[in-house]
């Protein structure tokens, strides 16, 4: 198994930046992508950015070119670099760590905030 946590929102005017993390532990040797996801209030979860174990990346539409993922394989950690944040980047935010434990599974954290003030 694969445990997450989530670490780094918080409240941030617009414009502003905040860098999320989130480490994995357990068996952590079975860890392939890892990836961010956000869910606003009455809004279904989307993901807003994923890398994979060779550090290919992808974002969402919304946030490319303003976020920036990347992982640190030697702490199980990846994180979350947001620039220029707008207000509708406001949700909360969780991490998705995918394992392979026989068969493929993955691991939510419980979120972090991340508010964006006008």
């Known amino acids: 198994q694969v445990q997450v946590v989530e670490s780094g929102g918080g409240l941030v005017q617009a414009g502003g930046s905040l860098r999320l993390s989130c480490v994995a532990s357990?068996?952590?040797?079975?860890?392939?992508?890892m990836g961010w996801y956000r869910q606003a209030p009455g809004k279904q979860r989307e993901l807003v950015a994923g890398?994979?174990?060779?550090?290919?990346?992808n974002y969402g539409a919304s946030v490319k070119g303003r976020f920036t993922i990347s992982r640190d394989n030697a702490k199980n950690t990846v994180y979350l670099q947001m620039n220029s944040l707008k207000p509708e980047d406001t949700a909360v935010y969780y991490c998705?760590?995918?394992?392979?434990?026989?068969?493929?599974?993955?691991?939510w954290g419980q979120g972090t905030q991340v508010t964006v003030s006008s």
């Open positions: 357990g068996s952590t040797d079975s860890i392939n992508d």
């Open positions: 890398i994979s174990s060779g550090g290919s990346t």
């Open positions: 998705n760590v995918a394992y392979f434990a026989g068969i493929f599974k993955s691991s």
